[in-house]
Structures are given as structure tokens and as C-alpha cells.
């Protein structure tokens, strides 16, 4: 029998790199980050235990690959998914269907997120791997789909907030509700509600964006809205009387009236 090609071999390792992965997300997910071991990995993984330490350092480098192959696989399903957005409006379809697709994973998969997001803040930090580069590319990408001018940062941008709000729907005892939290990233981004993957109607929902909701640049900072598509147009003139209200709310609550 002649020896495997090296394509065959490369094809082989990324089988059992996949297959680790998806063991990890699956049992992380049923069972919680403790009560899974390296050894459970390779076994529901079917793969030998040496395997698991050949291709990745711990525990938790292969928990962080493995959130983010997840991620980056439910985002480019969600981008690709039938009809494929075209025309002058594709990239906020696209960048809805990317917010949709971050939010889903923390509302449907909660534990095995929290446990990611709690691995990131702690002493091993973010870690650069193959996954997660594919996943910024994709994000990338779907920032300049969406008009950017300067993608790098706003891409960076977009990470920043969708794991502000990731972290905002899994906080214990606190934690907010993803409806609310699409209405406000959809707001920001001035994207119509009915885009992406809008959830099912329902009595605590917030109501949706209103129509033409100013668009800004995901390069501009929420705390300075523009209006206009792509920054163009007059800026709104201000409520004299909403600002009279607010000032002497502060005044009887002996509060400061904080200025975004």
C-alpha cells in the first residue's frame, strides 16, 4: 500500500480537529466546563486522548477554538443563507443577519456562552487562534458590506459590541433580554426591524425601530448619532423642551443630568 499524500494527511488532521471541536461546544453546553475533561473530548470525539494535547495547548485554548469555529460556522450560514441579499441594501441585511446570528448563540446556548465569555476575562485572556481569525474575517467583511470606510476599526467596533452584549444577556440575575438588545444594535446601525432574523412577536418585546432610523457608520460612536444615509443630511434640531424636562428631574432627584 503506497504512503497517504500530505493533502490526504492535512485533510485527515482537520477531520480530527473538527471533530474535537464539536465534541467540546456539545458536551461544555450538556454538562458545564468543569465536569468536562480532555479525556470525555476525545471520546465522544472518537479520537485517541493524545490526540486532544497534540493539537491544542489546555482545556481552555481548545474551549475558545471551539466557541469561535461554532460562531464563525453560524455566522457564515447565516450570510449565505437563501435569498442571498443583493442591491444597494445587502450589507444591512448582511450586518442584521450577523447581529441576529451573535444574539442566537447566546440565547439558545447560554451555558456553553457564559462559560466563553467568563474563560476570556479571566488570566489566559483573548486568544488568537485559526477560528477565531476566520471569524473576524467574516465579520470584516460584513462591515464592508455594509459601507464602511475604515473597516479594521470598525470591525473591531462590531466585536466590541456584540460581546457587550453577549456578556449583557448572560449576566447572572441581571441579565437583559435579546429583543431589547437588537433593538438597540439595530438602532444604532439604523437597520429596519423586519431585516435579518427578527424574533416572534411578543408582549415584552420592544416596540421596532422606526422606519428611516438614521443610519450612522459603524465607525461612529453611538454616543454621536448622525442622520442621513452615510452621514449626509441636516442633524435634527434639539428638544428645548425634553432637556427643560430632564434638567429639573435632576434638580429634584439632587442628581446630575449625564450628557451622551
Same mark, same amino acid.
Given at each position: $500500500?503506497?504512503?497517504?499524500?500530505? /493533502?490526504?494527511?492535512?485533510?485527515?488532521?482537520?477531520?480530527?480537529?473538527?471533530?474535537?471541536?464539536?465534541?467540546?461546544?456539545?458536551?461544555?453546553?450538556?454538562?458545564?466546563?468543569?465536569?468536562?475533561?480532555?479525556? /470525555?473530548?476525545?471520546?465522544?470525539?472518537?479520537?485517541?486522548?493524545?490526540?486532544?494535547?497534540?493539537?491544542?495547548?489546555?482545556?481552555?485554548?481548545?474551549? +475558545? /477554538?471551539?466557541?469561535?469555529?461554532? $460562531? *464563525?460556522?453560524?455566522?457564515?450560514?447565516?450570510?449565505?443563507?437563501?435569498?442571498?441579499?443583493?442591491?444597494?441594501?445587502?450589507?444591512?441585511?448582511?450586518?442584521?443577519?450577523?447581529?441576529?446570528?451573535?444574539?442566537?448563540?447566546?440565547? @439558545?446556548?447560554?451555558?456553553? $456562552?457564559?462559560? *466563553?465569555?467568563?474563560?476570556?476575562? +479571566?488570566?489566559?485572556?483573548?486568544?488568537?487562534?485559526?477560528?477565531?481569525?476566520?471569524?473576524?474575517?467574516?465579520?470584516?467583511?460584513?462591515?464592508?458590506?455594509?459601507?464602511?470606510?475604515?473597516?479594521?476599526?470598525?470591525?473591531?467596533?462590531?466585536?466590541?459590541?456584540?460581546?457587550?452584549?453577549?456578556?449583557?444577556?448572560?449576566?447572572?440575575?441581571?441579565? $437583559?433580554?435579546?429583543?431589547?438588545?437588537?433593538?438597540?444594535?439595530? *438602532?444604532?446601525?439604523?437597520?429596519?426591524?423586519?431585516?435579518?432574523?427578527?424574533?416572534?412577536?411578543?408582549?415584552?418585546?420592544?416596540?421596532?425601530?422606526?422606519?428611516?432610523?438614521?443610519? +450612522?457608520?459603524?465607525?461612529?460612536?453611538?454616543?454621536?448619532?448622525?442622520?442621513? +444615509? /452615510?452621514?449626509?443630511?441636516?442633524?435634527?434640531?434639539? @428638544? *428645548? @423642551?425634553?432637556?427643560?424636562?430632564?434638567?429639573?428631574?435632576?434638580?429634584?432627584?439632587?442628581?446630575?443630568?449625564?450628557?451622551?
Amino acid at each position: $500500500m503506497s504512503p497517504r499524500s500530505a /493533502s490526504v494527511n492535512e485533510e485527515l488532521r482537520r477531520r480530527s480537529q473538527q471533530r474535537l471541536l464539536q465534541a467540546t461546544v456539545d458536551l461544555v453546553d450538556e454538562y458545564g466546563y468543569e465536569a468536562t475533561t480532555l479525556a /470525555s473530548i476525545a471520546d465522544r470525539a472518537g479520537a485517541a486522548r493524545g490526540l486532544v494535547s497534540y493539537y491544542f495547548p489546555g482545556k481552555r485554548q481548545l474551549l +475558545q /477554538s471551539a466557541v469561535h469555529r461554532l $460562531m *464563525h460556522t453560524e455566522l457564515a450560514a447565516a450570510l449565505a443563507r437563501e435569498p442571498v441579499p443583493t442591491g444597494d441594501d445587502a450589507g444591512r441585511e448582511l450586518l442584521a443577519r450577523a447581529i441576529d446570528a451573535i444574539l442566537g448563540l447566546a440565547r @439558545d446556548r447560554p451555558r456553553l $456562552m457564559r462559560t *466563553h465569555m467568563a474563560g476570556i476575562l +479571566q488570566a489566559e485572556g483573548f486568544i488568537q487562534c485559526a477560528e477565531q481569525q476566520r471569524l473576524a474575517e467574516l465579520l470584516r467583511e460584513t462591515v464592508v458590506a455594509y459601507g464602511s470606510d475604515d473597516p479594521d476599526t470598525d470591525y473591531r467596533l462590531l466585536r466590541a459590541l456584540l460581546m457587550g452584549a453577549v456578556v449583557a444577556v448572560l449576566l447572572p440575575g441581571a441579565p $437583559m433580554p435579546t429583543a431589547r438588545l437588537r433593538a438597540e444594535l439595530f *438602532h444604532r446601525y439604523g437597520l429596519d426591524w423586519e431585516l435579518g432574523d427578527p424574533p416572534p412577536s411578543s408582549d415584552d418585546a420592544p416596540e421596532p425601530p422606526a422606519a428611516g432610523a438614521p443610519r +450612522q457608520s459603524p465607525a461612529r460612536s453611538a454616543s454621536a448619532p448622525q442622520t442621513g +444615509q /452615510s452621514g449626509s443630511g441636516p442633524a435634527p434640531a434639539p @428638544d *428645548h @423642551d425634553a432637556e427643560a424636562e430632564a434638567e429639573a428631574d435632576a434638580e429634584t432627584d439632587g442628581s446630575a443630568v449625564s450628557r451622551t
